[in-house]
């Protein structure tokens, strides 16, 4: 990210929020979102917008599910969209696997399914939309074969005892002249 202060514009989230709602005012945008935003960070957007967002866009999957933020915007009529709902398997970054976790895997065997679908299937379940990535036409079809099936909810309970780990934790973010000085700023705390 940048080195200098002169490599930051001043950061409004407000200014930017009324922006989009004159943007979806005007028709051309059907729907306005937000993406990382925490619980807080959503209730200081809530307190001025007159366009509540349709959408928050996170990092979800089972090592990561985001209960206390997927209550409140439940209670806000915001959807969630799960990004890296697989928990970006092979990547650098990953310092946990979704897809080896045993209660994943327990669940998968069981089922007769790949990992990789108990993980979507759980996102679907949770009420989410997801995002995976893949260039693969075999994975693509297999990321489509979640929709027919259900995870029972004995298994849903154990997908939920998971230790929480969030992956993409964005310390690049954080420097003395952005807006967020460390970690803990950047995420209100939820680490």
Request: hydrophobic letters at 35%; a neutral charge; charged letters at 20%.
């Amino acid at each position: 990210m940048g080195e200098s202060k002169d490599d930051y514009a001043p950061l409004n989230i407000s200014l930017t929020w009324q922006a989009m709602e004159q943007v979806a005012r005007s028709g051309k945008a059907k729907s306005i979102g937000v993406s990382n935003f925490t619980v807080e960070k959503l209730k200081d957007l809530l307190a001025h917008a007159t366009i509540i967002p349709a959408v928050n866009q996170v990092e979800c999957h089972p090592h990561w599910q985001q209960m206390k933020l997927s209550r409140f915007c439940a209670s806000q009529d915001i959807h969630i969209t799960g990004y890296c709902p697989l928990g970006s398997p092979g990547s650098s970054f990953a310092k946990v696997s979704v897809l080896e976790h045993p209660i994943i895997n327990e669940i998968a065997k069981k089922l007769g399914k790949p990992p990789a679908q108990i993980a979507l299937r759980w996102g679907i379940q949770s009420g989410h939309s997801i995002l995976p990535k893949s260039t693969n036409p075999n994975r693509l079809r297999s990321n489509f074969d979640i929709l027919d099936w259900s995870i029972p909810a004995e298994d849903m309970r154990k997908i939920a005892t998971i230790e929480q780990v969030r992956l993409l934790r964005s310390e690049s973010m954080c420097n003395e002249y952005g807006p967020y000085k460390t970690l803990e700023e950047l995420w209100d705390n939820d680490l």
